[in-house]
């Protein structure tokens, strides 16, 4: 079992910065793949970021590249999401979850149903 919980969200505005952090506890954290997905009002969940177990590899959705970075820490085990250059079409909830399958595939973790556990979102708005 792995729990997490988001922080961090929040109202902002166009060209500012969030960082949202994901704290996971239970299993070994250090040997998941952890990413970040996004959910907008009425569109699916989509992929943001992912990071591998030990950090050395990470991969960005298009819309965010250059702009979010992922990072984790594996002594805190915590996950975070570092989003610069908001846009109001950064607006969502933001999940971050967790694919306890050992072996990273940047394929895959762009796929929400590889991943096993999902945290309750946080929300961020980001005005115009």
């Known amino acids: 079992q792995v729990q997490l919980v988001e922080s961090g969200g929040g109202l902002v505005q166009a060209g500012d910065s969030l960082r949202l952090s994901c704290a996971a506890s239970?299993?070994?954290?250090?040997?998941?793949?952890m990413g970040w997905f996004r959910q907008a009002p009425g569109k699916e969940r989509e992929f943001v970021a992912a990071?591998?177990?030990?950090?050395?590899?990470?991969y960005y959705a298009d819309s965010v590249k250059g702009r979010f970075t992922i990072s984790r820490d594996n002594a805190k085990n915590t996950v975070n999401l570092q989003m610069n250059s908001l846009k109001p079409e950064d607006t969502a909830v933001y999940y971050c979850?967790?694919?306890?399958?050992?072996?990273?595939?940047?394929?895959?973790?762009?796929?929400?149903?590889?991943?096993?556990?999902w945290g309750q979102g946080t929300q961020v708005t980001v005005s115009s």
């Open positions: 979850a967790a694919d306890t399958h050992p072996v990273w595939n940047p394929r895959l973790a762009t796929r929400a149903y590889s991943y096993d556990y």
């Open positions: 990071i591998s177990w030990s950090g050395s590899s990470t």
């Open positions: 239970g299993r070994t954290f250090s040997s998941v793949t």
